[in-house]
């Protein structure tokens, strides 16, 4: 594995503070389900420190197009250290609680008009491997990538890959490597990146001529894009239009095959709005 080092924790950043609020949440409703009501009402007390509301009101608010709103990704070490704690119930915690459907979905659009399986499989910010276990032998070769240590510990035990990699995508997505891969895929990592022109153009460059690339996002409602693209939520994570996942992918020399509303995953009971995107790299 590439080891990265990082140099600052960012603990005044806002959006490590949306992060840690949402690992605290995670926690919380792991103690009420173990039956520790008091311990979960004294432990949420702790997110009263992470107010994102003043974050979420200048988001939405019309004529707020300063970049200073919206960053184009999130620090690499808030993710890290999120993901590196919430590591151990993440899984549990995804399927149980959040109805996470992302892998099914995956899996439905690698299923679709797919014949044989695929040579090799590249999956971004693949975690504790939730994906990689969905699509089973579809693969013959698979190779994971996550910011995360502690994810990457889970998903070796998993036995689920051929390679792991510690690393940045975009980073990873930099590098030619001498073996393309015929899919690429990237479940519910996208909402942490936000601009994703990067991503894509390293994705483009990276995948066999007519090879697929299937990723989730979240969105919203399409007065939220008046201003932006792609806008930050309450929760820390990035929305993106679907009249922007449509321009950077052309740009990149993709052909939109696909892209449906779906639902990822519930929060405090509601379904959040997400896309998934299906396209192939044109043959050029």
Wanted: charged content about 30%.
């Amino acid at each position: 594995m590439m080891k990265i080092n990082f140099n600052s924790d960012d603990e005044d950043n806002p959006i490590h503070a949306a992060l840690k609020a949402f690992l605290i949440e995670s926690h919380v409703q792991d103690l009420k389900d173990a039956g520790k009501t008091e311990e979960a009402e004294q432990f949420s007390q702790e997110t009263e420190r992470y107010d994102l509301s003043a974050i979420a009101r200048e988001q939405q608010a019309p004529g707020s197009g300063d970049e200073g709103y919206t960053p184009a990704s999130l620090p690499e070490q808030c993710v890290t250290t999120t993901f590196d704690n919430y590591a151990n119930s993440f899984d549990q915690h995804l399927t149980k609680q959040l109805n996470y459907e992302v892998p099914q979905i995956i899996l439905s659009k690698i299923n679709k008009d797919t014949e044989g399986t695929f040579k090799r499989l590249l999956d971004l910010g693949c975690g504790t491997g939730l994906c990689a276990e969905a699509a089973g032998d579809l693969a013959l070769h698979k190779t994971g990538v996550d910011l995360s240590e502690g994810m990457l510990r889970k998903a070796d035990e998993k036995k689920l890959y051929d390679d792991l990699y510690l690393a940045d995508l975009t980073e990873f997505l930099q590098c030619d490597w001498d073996d393309r891969w015929d899919l690429i895929i990237s479940g519910d990592t996208f909402v942490y990146l936000g601009a994703l022109e990067e991503a894509l153009a390293g994705i483009a460059k990276n995948i066999e001529p007519n090879g697929k690339v299937i990723f989730t996002t979240e969105t919203a409602a399409d007065e939220f894009f008046s201003e932006k693209l792609y806008v930050m939520t309450k929760g820390g994570r990035f929305a993106h239009s679907a009249d922007y996942l449509r321009k950077v992918l052309d740009d990149n020399g993709f052909t939109l095959l696909e892209l449906d509303d779906i639902t990822p995953r519930y929060e405090d009971g509601k379904p959040v709005l997400g896309l998934v995107v299906v396209a192939q790299k044109n043959d050029t």
